[in-house]
T-cell receptor, first 115, second 115 residues
């Protein structure tokens, strides 16, 4: 199993709160990703990073922001949570082999519910 | 833009039998990668199998194999000797070989194993 960790696993919180979802990996992977997944639906890429100080927006527009100050850490922040942010958030990482077929290793996800 | 279609929202198979999950995709690119990921209930998503588009030989991993038909843009997954632990959501995913980090996922197929 991959060494990528997400906390918290579950979070129920009120509207307007600032939230940070944590993601850490111990594999030394340069590339990291955040996906949003509604129940029973496909994953949508919302952010990714090629390495330290690199962040890019994915296909799905998101009000969240990310940072990559350390290789192993890729937190996602919502400044003011809204009910529309209720979803599951999956973090992933992969090696940079240059081949393009390197698999992404996923964390367990954070199920976020905004009341 | 690439799209991935999984036309079977749910499938079931008797334990020890064989099941095939369908996936089609749309792309104008000639070089790309295809993946099948498995997401067990409340557990990490993990890679099942991957295929490089430039390889004609179908990938196999133990009981899992693919039928890759490049001209038809089809990438089905065959699971032989189904086991209870195979029960999960299965996602087909596409990735361009052109340096784009994006994985495009299908909507998934929920596989149930009948004891």
């Amino acid at each position: 199993e991959a060494d990528i960790y997400q906390t918290p696993r579950y979070l129920v919180i009120g509207t307007g709160k600032k939230i940070t979802l944590e993601c850490s990996q111990t594999m030394g992977h340069d590339k990291m990703y955040w996906y949003q997944q509604d129940p029973g639906m496909e994953l949508h890429l919302i952010h990714y990073s090629y390495g330290v100080n690199s962040t890019e927006k994915g296909d799905l527009s998101s009000e969240s922001t990310v940072s990559r100050i350390r290789t192993e850490h890729f937190p996602l922040t919502l400044e003011s949570a809204r009910p529309s942010h209720t979803s599951q958030y999956l973090c992933a990482s992969s090696e940079s082999t240059g081949t393009g077929n390197e698999p992404q290793h996923f964390g367990d996800g954070t199920r976020l519910s905004i009341l | 833009a690439q799209t991935v279609t999984q036309s079977q929202p749910e499938m079931s198979v008797q334990e020890a039998e064989t099941v095939t999950l369908s996936c089609t995709y749309d792309t104008s690119e000639s070089d790309y990668y295809l993946f099948w990921y498995k997401q067990p209930p409340s557990r990490q998503m993990i890679l099942v199998i991957r295929q490089e588009a430039y390889k004609q030989q179908n990938a196999t991993e133990n009981r899992f194999s693919v039928n890759f038909q490049k001209a038809a843009k089809s990438f089905s997954l065959k699971i032989s000797d189904s086991q209870l632990g195979d029960a999960a959501m299965y996602f087909c995913a596409y990735r361009s070989a052109g340096g784009n980090e994006k994985l495009t996922f299908g909507t998934g197929t929920r596989l149930t194993i009948i004891p």
